[in-house]
Structures are given as C-alpha cells and as structure tokens.
C-alpha cells in the first residue's frame, strides 16, 4: 500500500537501557500523519509522561505539512499515546516505584498506514556502560572490517 516509514531513535538506545518495549498508537490530526508519511519527524528529544491515566509523548517533532492551510498542526505538542489499561496501569506502577523512564524508540507506520510509536521502559545508563557500549562498536566494527578483507 504505501512505503513504510521508520524514524528511530538512536540516541535512546546508547542513553538508556531498555527493559521492555511496547507498541502505541499515537492520536494525530490529518496533516500531522501526512508529514510523518513524508518522512518529516524525529523523536530523539522525546519522552513519555503520565497526565493522570493517560499517557503523552512530550517534545515530539513533527514538521509541519508544507501543503497545509490554516488548520495546519504546531510542530512541538503533546501527542496522546494509546495504550491498553492494563499496560497503562503497570507502565504508571513501574514509573512510579522503581523510578524507570519511558522513552520513544521508534516512530513507523504498520501496513494499514496507520501511525505507531515504540516506546521502550528504561532504566538510565551510568557513564562506565557507556563508554562500555562504545568499545563494543569499536571492535564490532574493526571485526567487520577484518571479515571484510579476507
């Protein structure tokens, strides 16, 4: 039917560590889903926060559609994000006891062209897991190029 679009978020996976990943919908007006199918969004800045019961992706960019007339969106808003209750209720116990963060990962569209976020429950990286994590890349990448040349 249409492209299928993925926007990740790179940054979330070397920040934080990831603990559980879930898939929401995201409620959205009409030029919003149209620039998101053109590619033009990025959710690096991004997180989710509880209003309430109901959950918000926070800082989302979103350009705005360049077609678009009077009733074109605001780049940065709140989006709501739809979740089952009961994923809703162990995401807010979570956040709330053990101190997680919850943090976009990736922005696509499923077959139907509709528009969906992962968001991942998170745990924050110390700065030694960091530098951890960068060594690994190093020698995967050096691995590479060795397999590479032979």
């Known amino acids: 039917m249409l ?3 993925n926007i990740l978020n790179k940054r979330a996976r070397f920040d934080y560590e990831i603990i559980e990943k879930f898939t929401a919908g995201i409620v959205l007006a009409g030029t919003e889903i149209k620039s998101i199918r053109l590619g033009k969004a ?3 800045e991004s997180f989710c926060e509880f209003n309430g ?3 918000f992706a ?3 960019y979103i350009e705005e559609y360049a077609f678009g007339n ?3 969106h605001k780049a940065r808003s709140e989006r709501k994000l739809l979740l089952n209750k009961r994923e809703l209720k162990g995401l807010a116990r979570s956040v709330q006891a053990k101190g997680l963060t919850i943090v976009p990962l990736k922005l696509f ?3 139907k062209g509709m528009a969906k976020l ?3 429950l998170c745990k924050g990286k110390k700065t030694y897991d960091k530098r951890e994590s960068l060594k690994e890349q190093d020698t ?3 691995l590479d190029r060795i397999k590479k040349s032979f």
Request: proline share 0%.
């Open 3 to 5: 492209k299928t679009i």
């Open 42 to 44: 990025n959710i690096t």
């Open 53 to 55: 019961t109901e959950l």
């Open 58 to 60: 926070i800082n989302t």
């Open 70 to 72: 009077q009733f074109n």
């Open 109 to 111: 569209t499923n077959e």
């Open 118 to 120: 992962e968001i991942g």
């Open 140 to 142: 995967k990448r050096d």
